[in-house]
């Protein structure tokens, strides 16, 4: 099938799932779609048993969608930038203490915990694994999603300066798991003794301060070249290039494409909307990158739906699986404790702080993504199946039942 068949597939079911679960289940639109595209998957797998050529040719669909590229080379550069372009600058900066802890600290505690406690439980389950696999894992299920973040948390109602820690937070933890799990794959890949702590280190910051900078020029010259102008068609094109040329050059140059979005994003949606750009031509262009957004979110939690046809699942490893959710639930909330108490007293903190933040770190597709981007040999169908099992816990239970835990909690 070819891709403009494939892509008209994936519209058409985006729609119809979106426009089912608005006329009648009313749940935020990400959960809705990922749970109609979870059911039509099981439904598939039944019909299997009678029609199994029906079942074999959807499943061949699936598996022709290379979701590791589609997300990772694709989707996140749009989505993170758009993302953080609704975020506001001035009542983040209120918060960035507590967002910068969180999205370093916090997620080398949760790294560490997760890895230490999935090699136990894998040697519990008798299924053995070095501990530098272990570590990978910590790597790309620690950062909390900011497209599910910020897709269910906005909508869900909780109070706006915790949602806006969960979210910052979101935005840049991503991109330094990222750069931890590159980091720890070349470990796996060379072996320890192959790697220095100057290899190792230079990469890291490589990649993520370089992502900072990269991203902070990228605004800046968007910044001044939409100051120059007044047309928002134009300057929706223009926001466009900073997008994708830029996304595509800062992974050509080895630096991270995900911070440099977050930052891009932050300095176009808040310095060039504050004065370079007129009322009108922000509207357009904030519409424009709101509907980009809700199409991406919308495409993105189908796709991870229909997923589950295409993950070889085993029994064993479904039992570490449903281990881990609680497992990475404690780490999560180690690593928000942690960095509470730290800044305690610099920083107030609402009531049940710690509670909300702990269970509104959703995680979401990027972990697919990275567990997918796997070499078979290091264990990957394991990973990508316990991920799949704590992706969909996250998403369907916390991200329906954060907005009731919130007002219960108040």
Same mark, same amino acid.
């Given at each position: 099938?070819?891709?403009?068949?494939?892509?008209? +597939?994936? +519209?058409?079911?985006?729609?119809?799932?979106?426009?089912?679960?608005?006329?009648?289940? $009313?749940?935020?639109?990400?959960?809705?779609?990922?749970?109609?595209?979870? &059911?039509?998957?099981?439904?598939?797998?039944?019909?299997?048993?009678?029609?199994?050529?029906?079942?074999?040719?959807? +499943?061949?669909?699936?598996?022709?969608?290379?979701?590791?590229? /589609?997300?990772?080379?694709?989707?996140?550069?749009?989505?993170?930038?758009?993302? =953080?372009?609704?975020?506001?600058?001035?009542?983040?900066?209120?918060?960035?203490?507590?967002? &910068?802890?969180?999205?370093? #600290?916090?997620?080398?505690?949760?790294?560490?915990?997760?890895? @230490?406690?999935?090699?136990?439980?894998?040697?519990?389950?008798?299924?053995?694994?070095?501990?530098?696999?272990?570590?990978?894992?910590?790597?790309?299920?620690?950062?909390?999603?900011?497209? =599910?973040?910020?897709?269910?948390?906005?909508?869900?109602?909780?109070?706006?300066?915790?949602?806006?820690?969960? %979210?910052?937070?979101?935005?840049?933890?991503?991109?330094?798991?990222? /750069?931890?799990?590159? %980091?720890?794959?070349?470990?796996? /890949?060379?072996?320890?003794?192959?790697?220095?702590?100057?290899?190792?280190?230079?990469?890291?910051?490589?990649?993520?301060?370089?992502?900072?900078?990269?991203?902070? =020029?990228?605004?800046?010259?968007?910044?001044?070249?939409?100051?120059?102008?007044?047309?928002?068609?134009?300057?929706?094109?223009?926001?466009?290039?900073?997008?994708?040329?830029?996304?595509?050059?800062?992974?050509? !140059?080895?630096?991270?494409?995900?911070?440099? &979005?977050?930052?891009?994003?932050? &300095?176009?949606?808040?310095?060039?909307?504050?004065?370079?750009?007129?009322?009108?031509?922000?509207?357009?262009?904030?519409?424009?990158?709101? !509907?980009?957004?809700?199409?991406?979110?919308?495409?993105?939690?189908?796709?991870?739906?229909?997923?589950?046809?295409?993950?070889?699942?085993?029994?064993?490893?479904?039992?570490?699986?449903?281990?881990?959710?609680?497992?990475?639930?404690?780490?999560?909330?180690?690593?928000?404790?942690?960095?509470?108490? #730290?800044?305690?007293?610099?920083?107030?903190?609402? $009531?049940?702080?710690?509670?909300?933040?702990?269970?509104?770190?959703?995680?979401?597709?990027?972990?697919?993504?990275?567990?997918?981007?796997?070499?078979? =040999?290091?264990? $990957?169908?394991?990973? @990508?199946?316990?991920?799949?099992?704590?992706?969909?816990?996250?998403?369907?239970?916390?991200?329906?039942?954060?907005?009731?835990?919130?007002?219960?909690?108040?």
């Amino acid at each position: 099938m070819i891709i403009y068949q494939i892509i008209t +597939v994936i +519209v058409l079911l985006t729609t119809v799932f979106a426009y089912v679960n608005d006329k009648y289940i $009313k749940w935020p639109s990400t959960i809705g779609i990922m749970a109609l595209s979870l &059911m039509a998957s099981l439904i598939i797998v039944m019909v299997g048993n009678f029609e199994p050529t029906l079942t074999a040719n959807l +499943v061949k669909l699936v598996s022709s969608i290379n979701f590791e590229a /589609v997300l990772l080379q694709v989707m996140l550069g749009f989505l993170l930038f758009a993302g =953080a372009m609704q975020v506001d600058y001035q009542k983040l900066r209120k918060e960035a203490l507590l967002v &910068m802890v969180l999205a370093t #600290l916090g997620v080398f505690i949760s790294v560490f915990l997760v890895s @230490v406690l999935s090699y136990y439980l894998f040697n519990l389950f008798q299924v053995h694994l070095p501990y530098i696999y272990c570590l990978l894992f910590g790597t790309l299920i620690s950062p909390t999603d900011p497209i =599910a973040v910020m897709g269910i948390l906005r909508k869900v109602g909780i109070p706006e300066s915790l949602e806006l820690k969960i %979210t910052g937070e979101s935005l840049f933890n991503d991109g330094v798991a990222v /750069v931890l799990f590159l %980091t720890v794959t070349e470990v796996a /890949v060379m072996g320890a003794d192959q790697l220095t702590v100057w290899h190792i280190s230079s990469l890291f910051l490589r990649e993520a301060i370089g992502g900072l900078v990269f991203g902070t =020029a990228l605004g800046y010259l968007g910044y001044f070249i939409l100051r120059s102008i007044d047309n928002y068609r134009v300057e929706v094109l223009i926001t466009l290039s900073m997008v994708m040329p830029g996304y595509a050059l800062a992974n050509y !140059l080895h630096v991270s494409g995900a911070l440099a &979005m977050v930052v891009t994003g932050l &300095m176009l949606g808040n310095k060039v909307r504050n004065t370079a750009m007129s009322r009108k031509s922000w509207d357009y262009l904030g519409k424009f990158w709101g !509907l980009v957004d809700e199409i991406f979110n919308a495409v993105l939690f189908l796709l991870m739906g229909f997923e589950m046809l295409v993950v070889k699942i085993t029994l064993p490893i479904v039992n570490v699986g449903l281990a881990m959710i609680f497992a990475v639930l404690f780490a999560r909330w180690v690593s928000v404790l942690f960095p509470v108490w #730290l800044l305690k007293g610099r920083i107030r903190f609402e $009531k049940n702080a710690i509670t909300i933040l702990t269970w509104g770190g959703l995680r979401g597709a990027l972990s697919v993504a990275l567990a997918l981007s796997i070499p078979t =040999a290091m264990h $990957k169908n394991e990973f @990508v199946l316990i991920t799949y099992i704590i992706v969909v816990f996250s998403i369907m239970i916390q991200g329906l039942t954060i907005g009731k835990l919130s007002y219960r909690l108040r």
